[in-house]
């Protein structure tokens, strides 16, 4: 079992940055890829980010391509979304995710997902 916590979330004006932070617990060692998620209201569960901590790949969503920056702490089992350039659509509930089966490409859909935190509220204002 893997427990996962965000935080960092919180109210921003549009242009300004946020740092999330994903704790892992648990059975860190199984995790192969840790992903960032966001759920606006009324829309879909949408992949933001992923890394796979062990070999260091990484993938974005092209929404957030040269805004966003994933990185991993072994040390902590921590997981950081740095997000800048914030936009209003920005707007959601962001969810860390994480994977303990290996798989080659780097998942991009929440059913890939087998562990999730409760997430964390980003507003922009604009």
């Known amino acids: 079992q893997v427990w996962l916590v965000e935080s960092g979330g919180g109210l921003v004006q549009a242009g300004g940055s946020l740092r999330l932070s994903c704790a892992a617990s648990?059975?860190?060692?199984?995790?192969?890829?840790v992903g960032w998620f966001r759920q606006a209201p009324g829309k879909e569960r949408e992949f933001v980010a992923a890394?796979?901590?062990?070999?260091?790949?990484?993938r974005y969503a092209d929404s957030v391509k040269g805004r966003f920056t994933i990185s991993g702490d072994d040390a902590k089992n921590t997981v950081y979304l740095q997000m800048n350039s914030l936009k209003p659509e920005d707007t959601a509930v962001y969810y860390c995710?994480?994977?303990?089966?290996?798989?080659?490409?780097?998942?991009?859909?929440?059913?890939?997902?087998?562990?999730w935190g409760r997430g964390t509220q980003v507003t922009v204002s604009s």
């Open positions: 890394i796979d901590p062990n070999g260091g790949n990484i």
């Open positions: 995710a994480a994977r303990d089966p290996r798989t080659v490409a780097m998942p991009t859909a929440p059913f890939e997902y087998n562990y």
């Open positions: 648990g059975f860190t060692s199984r995790i192969s890829v």
